[in-house]
């Protein structure tokens, strides 16, 4: 016969408590945080008060290339600014009206190989001198059209408004039939073209 356990007794550490029994005041039923826990990971070790879990964000790890908040290098000086080389001639629009007309177009040729040419050689874009006389002998329509589109990209590519576009050449084709057009044109395309020139030093 089992001798009854006392009220007041308490059960010897270790032993089982039945499922739903008190747990004696001030035993732990699950270890504290930061005690125990997986030996390999550490995990639940405790941490020391005020010392940083994780690398501070932009502080370089070693053995680590590259770490958040690492200074980027310089920008090299040559792309900081598009590349210009020689600035071109600023020619008077009504010089070149009149000069076009004595010459009944031919200086017209002139005109473009020499405003391509120096487009090509500040900007390194373009069609160029001899490119732009060829197209301007056998197939002369395109030019106006080729030539606003270039003065164009002068101005966008120091990111400021574009004057003139290839869109100007409309006022050659079919501007022509209103016959102020071609002169609009001229003026206009020419006009923008000796600004740029101005504003990048020339005289």
Request: glycine share 16%.
């Amino acid at each position: 016969m089992t001798q009854a356990q006392h009220p007041d007794e308490q059960p010897h550490a270790g032993s089982p408590q039945p499922y739903g029994s008190p747990q004696p005041y001030g035993a732990p039923s699950v270890p504290a945080y930061g005690e125990g826990g997986h030996p390999q990971h550490g995990y639940g070790q405790p941490q020391q008060y005020g010392a940083p879990q994780h690398p501070q964000y932009g502080v370089q790890q070693s053995g680590h290339p590259g770490g958040y908040g690492v200074a980027m290098p310089p920008v090299p000086a040559q792309y900081a600014a598009p590349p210009m080389g020689p600035v071109g001639k600023i020619r008077g629009t009504g010089v070149v009206i009149l000069l076009t007309i004595v010459t009944f177009g031919i200086y017209s040729l002139v005109y473009y190989y020499s405003v391509h040419e120096e487009i090509k050689k500040h900007s390194g874009e373009g069609l160029g001198g001899a490119l732009g006389l060829v197209l301007a002998i056998f197939v002369g329509f395109v030019s106006p059209f080729l030539l606003s589109g270039e003065v164009g990209n002068l101005y966008e590519r120091h990111a400021k408004a574009k004057p003139v576009s290839a869109v100007t050449g409309l006022w050659v084709i079919p501007g022509f039939l209103i016959l102020v057009g071609p002169l609009v044109w001229f003026i206009k395309t020419n006009g923008a073209l000796n600004a740029y020139w101005r504003s990048v030093g020339a005289r």
